[in-house]
């Protein structure tokens, strides 16, 4: 499953590898997280919550590599739910490099993290979308999620 080279049928790209995140990925991923946000954060700070995460073993982080660069990102997260009576799974950030969206890399990332959430017979998987990335709705239902859910959020400046 990890840490193979994944050949796909309509991939237009040659060698793409999809691997467990390790901290010498920070670099990439910082910059595909800035990019997906449109944000610079910083840097010190992601850097803490990256390591943190990385040693969780209910955080799943793995990386898409072409050319020993990173160009895709995924992270899983997995919380023991009273209203599922059981584990449910959660992708938090997902992205794949401008340059390379429409290749099948965000595909192979996402059967890695289907394939983890059948191993652990997880209850569901779940992801959410900010409504400014609309055109995100059409890429989760190709990958096989249902629109079934609203997601409310309050800022931390309206508390």
């Known amino acids: 499953m990890e840490g193979h080279t994944k050949k796909k049928p309509g991939l237009t790209i040659d060698a793409l590898k999809v691997r467990k995140a390790v901290s010498g990925?920070?670099?990439?991923?910082?910059?595909?997280?800035?990019?997906?946000?449109?944000?610079?954060?910083q840097y010190e700070v992601f850097e803490q919550i990256f390591e943190v995460n990385l040693k969780k073993p209910d955080c799943i982080y793995?990386?898409?590599?072409?050319?020993?660069?990173?160009?895709?990102?995924?992270?899983?997260?997995?919380?023991?739910?009273?209203?599922?009576?059981?584990?449910?799974?959660e992708v938090q950030e997902f992205c794949i490099e401008k340059g390379c969206r429409n290749k099948g890399i965000g595909r192979c990332l996402m059967n890695e993290v289907k394939e983890y959430a059948r191993h652990r017979n997880l209850m569901s998987l779940e992801v959410t979308s900010?409504?400014?990335?609309?055109?995100?709705?059409?890429?989760?239902?190709?990958?096989?999620?249902?629109?079934?859910?609203?997601?409310?959020?309050?800022?931390?400046?309206?508390l």
């Open 62 to 89: 793995r990386v898409a590599e072409l050319e020993n660069r990173i160009v895709g990102f995924i992270s899983f997260h997995i919380q023991y739910l009273l209203h599922h009576c059981g584990a449910v799974g």
């Open 130 to 158: 900010n409504k400014k990335r609309a055109e995100n709705i059409k890429v989760y239902e190709r990958l096989g999620f249902k629109l079934s859910h609203n997601k409310f959020t309050i800022r931390r400046d309206e």
């Open 25 to 41: 990925d920070l670099p990439g991923v910082y910059r595909l997280i800035c990019e997906l946000e449109n944000d610079i954060f």
